[in-house]
T-cell receptor
Framework: KQEVTQIPAALSVPEGENLVLNCSFTDSAIYNLQWFRQDPGKGLTSLLL?????REQTSGRLNASLDKSSGRSTLYIAASQPGDSATYLCAVTKTGANNLFFGTGTRLTVIP | DAGITQSPRHKVTETGTPVTLRCHQT?????MYWYRQDPGHGLRLIHYSYGVKDTDKGEVSDGYSVSRSKTEDFLLTLESATSSQTSVYFC????????????FGPGTRLTVT
């Protein structure tokens, strides 16, 4: 089974700071990895999807990297804003498994 | 936002009663999924559909059944609700299956008393 871990569970940073969120997974045989954002009481919003053959993906102030061999991904957020406050989830699709394995998320608070 | 709605958005029911949750999409996506989200567990797959009348079990399917009679609707039924099924339920859709992005609905908060 694929285990996905996100540490820390919660993070507070002052506005304007650059930050990194971490995601690790136990089985490197993945098809892709996705990062999602979840606002309180809301559904998930897909931020970035990295295929297993890729090393990184960028969207605006977000950059996600993938090191499949070490079972790690990072989400880099540049120049954080209070509107970035949310829970960030990573999820992996394991090769040959019809499932999306989620981490439990990192709750980010950006302090004005 | 992808055109996904879930109904009801909130429901309180008693142990032993049947409950049906509905997911409706306007995107004409082939694949639809039901997840539950619980503290400490993240999201876990319950069932998914890869076409009309084509469904398969996920990681936590016991106590749940699904049906998909048309592309736009995917129903999740709890035949006899139990307190362990208290959770937030999310529907998701994708147009090309497991290797591609999934788009999530707003969720249904279900409480079984």
């Amino acid at each position: 089974k694929q285990e996905v871990t996100q540490i820390p569970a919660a993070l507070s940073v002052p506005e304007g700071e650059n930050l990194v969120l971490n995601c690790s997974f136990t089985d490197s045989a993945i098809y892709n990895l996705q990062w999602f954002r979840q606002d309180p009481g809301k559904g998930l919003t897909s931020l970035l999807l990295i295929q297993s053959s890729q090393r990184e993906q960028t969207s605006g102030r977000l950059n996600a990297s993938l090191d499949k061999s070490s079972g790690r991904s990072t989400l880099y957020i540049a120049a954080s804003q209070p509107g970035d406050s949310a829970t960030y989830l990573c999820a992996v699709t394991k090769t040959g498994a019809n499932n999306l394995f989620f981490g439990t998320g990192t709750r980010l608070t950006v302090i004005p | 936002d992808a055109g996904i709605t879930q109904s009801p958005r909130h429901k309180v029911t008693e142990t032993g009663t049947p409950v049906t949750l509905r997911c409706h999409q306007t995107e004409n996506h082939r694949y639809m999924y039901w997840y539950r989200q619980d503290p400490g567990h993240g999201l876990r797959l319950i069932h998914y559909s890869y076409g009309v009348k084509d469904t398969d079990k996920g990681e936590v399917s016991d106590g749940y059944s699904v049906s998909r009679s048309k592309t736009e609707d995917f129903l999740l039924t709890l035949e006899s609700a139990t307190s362990s099924q208290t959770s937030v339920y999310f529907c998701a859709i994708s147009d090309r299956g497991w290797g591609y992005e999934q788009y999530f609905g707003p969720g249904t908060r279900l409480t079984v008393t």
